[in-house]
């Protein structure tokens, strides 16, 4: 049974809990798991009670502001982004992992006003680490200031990826042959963590060169922008152009260099747009 005591705490198995705490008593305990887009596209209740948590604390506080949320926009609201202030929420990002008490798994906010990110928090929620990036002042992790690799060159490079929530042959065959590609251009390595918001924070952090995928969604990677960007990384379409936070695709890099290379390499994977869902 949950019981509100505030907008941002609950009593939860007699336990009072903010969200991370209670994504860190789920993790561990039976879920109630029901599929979305995909059989690979999870959700569980506690998804669902975070946003709702996250939510109900900001309309307190800002009621005029709007709301772009991935457990709502499953169950139909429309992904707009207006000039209006809006909150971009994924309230856990590497809801499989979770499924699996596979410890990688973090809770995402962005905030964009007149279409522009103006800052983001990601918190790793089992290692406790909080980033934030705030336009124009900085990125930090638990207050240390983040720095990209400065890496330009493919070769040296580690690379992150997801494999993204579609498994047909097609999509399947195409996600293999751009791995394979950039490993053809003799890429370190290449990684999938289950988390495309902490695999972003990686990057931010130095600990990977750059960041590729299709098929993720602008809450995956409103708040990871501006703490790339930030930390003095690129966010850019995968075509090479400007990112289109709703396009579904992006490419992430520690240097505009990297990241045409890497655009260059990729064959698109089309997921359509979240704005036309
Ligand atoms: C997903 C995860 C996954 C990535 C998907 C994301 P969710 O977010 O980050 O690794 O492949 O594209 O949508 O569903 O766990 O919030």
New binding site residues.
């Given amino acids: 049974e949950v019981k509100p005591l505030s907008s941002q705490v609950v009593v939860l198995g007699g336990e009072v809990l903010d969200s991370p705490g209670i994504i860190r008593k789920a993790l561990t305990e039976e879920k109630r798991v029901s599929t979305k887009t995909s059989a690979a596209?999870l959700v569980t209740e506690t998804d669902h009670l975070v946003e709702d948590l996250i939510i109900s604390e900001l309309r307190e506080r800002f009621p005029s502001h709007r709301f772009i949320a991935?457990e709502a926009a499953a169950s139909g609201a429309k992904c707009v982004l207006t000039h209006n202030p809006t909150w971009i929420i994924?309230p856990?990002?590497?809801?499989?992992n979770f499924v699996h008490r596979f410890p990688t798994v973090a809770v995402s906010i962005g905030f964009a006003v007149r279409q522009e990110l103006e800052f983001g928090v990601i918190y790793h929620c089992t290692e406790e680490r909080l980033y934030t990036g705030r336009r124009g002042r900085g990125a930090f992790c638990n207050g240390q200031r983040l720095r990209v690799s400065g890496e330009t060159d493919l070769s040296k490079a580690l690379v992150l990826t997801?494999?993204?929530?579609k498994r047909d042959p097609a999509t399947l065959k195409l996600f293999l042959s751009n791995m394979e590609r950039l490993l053809h251009a003799k890429a370190h390595g290449v990684r999938v963590i289950?988390?495309?918001?902490l695999a972003l924070c990686h990057l931010a952090s130095g600990a990977a060169d750059a960041y590729y995928?299709f098929?993720?969604?602008c809450w995956?990677l409103a708040a990871a922008t501006v703490i790339i960007r930030e930390a003095g990384g690129i966010v850019i379409d995968t075509s090479g152009g400007p990112l289109d936070l709703m396009a579904c695709r992006v490419v992430a890099a520690s240097t505009r260099e990297m990241a045409m290379l890497i655009a260059q390499a990729l064959q698109t994977i089309n997921y359509g747009r979240d704005d036309e869902k």
């Fill in positions: 596209d991935e994924d856990i990002d590497g809801t499989c997801e494999i993204g929530p289950g988390s495309s918001t995928q098929g993720l969604h995956d």
